[in-house]
T-cell receptor, first 110, second 118 residues
Framework: QQPVQSPQAVILREGEDAVINCSSS?????VHWYRQKHGEAPVFLMI?????EQKGHDKISASFNEKKQQSSLYLTASQLSYSGTYFC???????????FGKGTLLTVNP | DVKVTQSSRYLVKRTGEKVFLECVQD?????MFWYRQDPGLGLRLIYF???????EKGDIPEGYSVSREKKERFSLILESASTNQTSMYLC?????????????????FGDGTRLSIL
């Protein structure tokens, strides 16, 4: 079952912050985050493993709450280059498969 | 850098044709995946392979088959193409994970093949 991402789309001005959420109805072992720019391949951002750790990647960070079966991606002081579709992929512990959400379209305007 | 190469960026075929989509990776990864991407539906797993000649069905395998005769190459086959298989197809690879119950390695994606079935 696909995880649910929210919001479906968000528009920001450069410098603003955004949060993208990913929720699952199943127990999770890990959550992966990817960004895809139009016409390009999805690019890996980070993996959150069971244990509730938070990770950072420049001004992009993420958290994983295994009890709530959800993860959040935080984008601070957004840049034009952050524009794209963000996907979360969840692993429920079955054969290392990832199940991806439908994506969140992020648009950063000058 | 990991390189995942899909043989075609754009492909147009006719209904009923047998269609082959090819994917090659250059990093000796054990795991390879085929997804289709449709607007509003995200990425959906068709098949994956965890080793040469080994394959498992994903979430939407109907109408597709796969072949992995060599470690670096993973082929997706549309046995008899239909118009509802018009889509973007993405291949990905990943190194074998450590002995954990969850995936702790990232997947590396190719640029995709936009397939149109007329």
């Amino acid at each position: 079952q696909q995880p649910v991402q929210s919001p479906q789309a968000v528009i920001l001005r450069e410098g603003e912050d955004a949060v993208i959420n990913c929720s699952s109805s199943k127990a999770l072992y890990s959550v992966h985050w990817y960004r895809q720019k139009h016409g390009e391949a999805p690019v890996f951002l980070m993996i959150l493993l069971k244990g509730g750790e938070q990770k950072g990647h420049d001004k992009i960070s993420a958290s994983f709450n295994e009890k709530k079966q959800q993860s959040s991606l935080y984008l601070t002081a957004s840049q034009l280059s952050y524009s794209g579709t963000y996907f979360c992929g969840t692993d429920g512990g079955s054969n290392y498969k990832l199940t991806f959400g439908k994506g969140t379209l992020l648009t950063v305007n000058p | 850098d990991v390189k995942v190469t899909q043989s075609s960026r754009y492909l147009v075929k006719r209904t009923g044709e047998k269609v082959f989509l090819e994917c090659v990776q250059d990093m000796d990864h054990e795991n390879m995946f085929w997804y289709r991407q449709d607007p509003g539906l995200g990425l959906r797993l068709i098949y994956f392979s965890y080793d040469v000649k080994m394959k498992e069905k994903g979430d939407i395998p109907e109408g597709y088959s796969v072949s992995r005769e060599k470690k670096e190459r993973f082929s997706l086959i549309l046995e008899s193409a239909s118009t509802n298989q018009t889509s973007m197809y993405l291949c990905a690879s990943r190194p074998e994970t450590e002995l954990t119950p969850y995936s702790n390695q990232p997947q590396h994606f190719g640029d995709g093949t936009r397939l149109s079935i007329l």
